[in-house]
C-alpha cells in the first residue's frame, strides 16, 4: 500500500517552492538565458554595444578545425578518463568488500584524494610527471627521451587523464563500495556453497545488482569529465602542446576569460550544454535499458 | 539593453550608497585593484600604506585580484554590475581593451580637471610610446615597468675565455657552442609558451626594428594584419630550432620541472632571455659566489639596434565614481609620481623608474652604483637605444593573449617536429588573423584613439 499526503493548502506549497525556484533561476536559467543571448551576438567585454550576428558565432566555430580537435580531444578524455577512473575504483572496490586485512584503513584512505582541490592536485601531478624533475626523470634517465609531456601530445593527454582519474577514483570508490555492501551476504554465500570461484560470483551475482550504481557513476563521470577538468588542463598543460590537451571546457575559459571573446565562449558553452546533454539523454535511452533495480 | 538599464539603476544605487559611505571619518576612501601577486603584492600595499600616511583626506584601499588578467575580468565583472573600483591596473597588451571601452576617465584630462601639471614628456619615450594614443595622448599612468633582458652567467662565459655579452645572434651562436664544448648542459635556457611571446617575439622584433603587424603594428587602426612570417623572426625561430636540436638552447618549463629563472639562477643554465622584473628574484635565490650580469637582447648583425619595448602595467581611472573620488584618485597619481616612490619601488621589486627625473634621481642617490642593484641601468639603456621609435614601439592588437597562445601552439608544432618553420609561422599569422578580424568586427564602427 501507498500512502500519500494530500496539501491542501496551496499558497503554502507555493511559497515552499518560491526559494528554490528563485535560487535555480538566479544561478541557472538567467546567466545560461545571458549566454544565448552572447552567442548569437558580438559582446563587447566592457560593454557598450552588442551586434546582432546570428548563427555566425557557430558557424564560425564549426568551421574551425581547431573546435574540433577540441571537441575530439575532450570525447577521448571523457571516455579514458571514465573507464580508467571506474574500473580502478571498481577493482577496489571489489577487494576491499573481500574484508581483506585492514580493509577498514583502506576503506577510508581511497576517498581521500576525492576532497584534493583541482589546482593542488594539478600542480602535484605536474611535479610527478615533469620530465626533468620528479619520478619521471629517473625514468628519462635510464630511458633517454621516454617521457616528454612538455612536446608530446599524447604524453600530456595520458598526464591530465592520470591526475583526474587519480582523484575521481575515491569518489566512484565509494559509490561501489556501498552498493557492494548492500548486496546480501546471503547471495554470496549461498553461491560459494555451490561452488562458484570468486571470478564467478562477481560476474553472476555482484555486476549484474551494481548495474544501477555503474549507471549512476558513467552519468556522472562522463558530464564531469567535460566539466571539471579545466583547473587540471590549466595547471598542468595550457592546453599544449600544441592543443593536444584542448578540452572544450578549458577553451571556453581562456577565449571567455583570457582573450575577453565572450560571444565566442558564449557560443562554445552552448555546445558543450548540448553535447552533454545528448550523451545524457542517449545513455538514458540505450543504457538503462540493462540496469537491474531490484 | 536591459543590462546597460540595469547597471545604471545599480550604478546609481551604489554611488548613493557610496558617497554616504565614503565620507564616514571624514576621508574619501577608493578601490584600487590590481593584479600582482607575491611579493610584489606587498609591494604594492607598501606604496598604498605610504599614501595613506602622507596625507589625511583620502585613504586608498589597494586589493589584489591575483594575476593580470583576473584583474582586468573582475574589473569588467565589477564594472558591469556598476561596483568598480576608482583605480585599476591594467597589463601593457590589454591597453586596447580599454581604450576601446567609454569605461575609463583619460588620465590626461583628469590631471588636468584636477589641477595637477603633469609633464607627459617627462615619461621615457619608450613607455610613452607604448601606452600613448596614436596621436600622442595619454590615458593611463605608466605604472610597474620593464623590458627583457639577456642574463648571462660570468663564470661560464670565462671559461670561454670572454668577459662580455653577445652582441649579436651569430656571437652568441659561436659562444653557445664553445659552451657546449666546455661542458655546460644549457648554454641558453628558453621556453616556448605564451608567455614567452614577449621576448621571443615581441621585443625581439622590436630591437631588430621588424614589425609584427602593419598599421604602425595596429596603432593606425582595428584593420592591422599580422605579418610576421616575412620578417626576421623566421630566422630567429629557424636559428632556435637549430640550437636546440644541437643541444644548445634547452628547453626550460614548469611542465619539463624547471622553468628557466631557476634554472639561470641555479647555474644549470648560462643564458636566458627575460624580464629585468627578474633581477631581484635571480640576485636573491642564485649561490652567493655566481658571478652574472645582464645585457641588452642582442640583434642579428648588421641591423642597427631600436630600442626594446616597455612591459608591465598601467593605471587606468574608471568612469562612474564622485567628483572627491576623482580627487583621491589624482592625488595618488600624483604621488607615485614624486621620484622618490620610484627609488622605493625600483629598490624594492626589479621594475625600472617610468620618468627622467625619477631615473635621474635614482642615478643621483647612487642607486645604480649599488652591487646588488648593478646592471638595471642596462633596462634603461635597452629602452632608450634609439632616438627615434623603433617602427615596432609598442602593439595595439585585439585579442592579443589569444593571439600569443597562437604563437605558442606554432612553436611547439614545431619543435615537436609537426610542421616546418615556415609552415608553423604561416599558421600563427593567419590564426592570429582570424582572431584580429573577429575583434574587429566585435568593435565595428569604434574608432581607434
Redesign the interface.
Known sequence: MEKRTLFTNKGLGIALVVPQVLLIFTFFYWPAGQALYWAFTLERPWGGGNEWVGTSNFTQLLGDPVYWNSILTSLIFAFSATVLAMGVALTMALLVDRELRGFRVYRTVLVWPYAIAAPALGVAFRFILAPEAGFMAYLNHAFPGLWNPALNGAQAMIAIVIAYVWKYIGYNFIFFLAALQAIPKSLIEAAAMDGSGLLRRIRDIQLPLLTPTIFFLVVINLTDSFTDSFGIVDLMTAGGPNRATELMVYKIFFDGFKGLDYSGAAAQSIILMLLVIALTVFQFRFLERRVHYK | MK??LL?ATGAAALLALLSANAFAGGKTKIDFWYGNSGDISKRVQEVCQHFNESQKDYEIVCTSQGTY?GA??NT?AA??AGQQPTIVQVFDVGTL??M????YYPASKLMADEGYKVDWNNYLPGIRGYYATSKGEMYSFPFNSSTALLYWNKDAFQKIGKTEAPKTWEEAAADMKALKDAGYACPLGFNI??DESWQLLEQFSAVNDQPLATKDNGYGGLDAELVFNKTKFVQYVTDLKSWYDQGLAV?K??????EMVPAFASGHCQMILTSVGDHGTIGRTAAPDMHWSVAMLPTYAGIERKSSLVGGASLWVLQGKSKDEYKAAAAFLNFIAQPEQALFWSTVTGYIPVTKTGYDFMVEKGFYKDPKYQGREIAIASLTASDKLSQTHGTRLG?F??IR?EV??GW??I??N?VSVQEGIDQMVE?GNG?LR??E??????QLP
Open positions: 543590462l546597460s547597471g588578467a582586468v575580468q569588467i564594472y558591469r581593451d580599454l576601446l571601452s567609454d569605461a609558451s605564451a628547453l618549463s614548469k611542465e619539463s620541472g624547471e585579442g593573449l589569444q597562445n605558442a601552439n611547439q608544432a619543435f615537436a609537426k590564426r582572431i573577429r575583434f568586427a566585435t568593435y565595428k564602427g569604434k
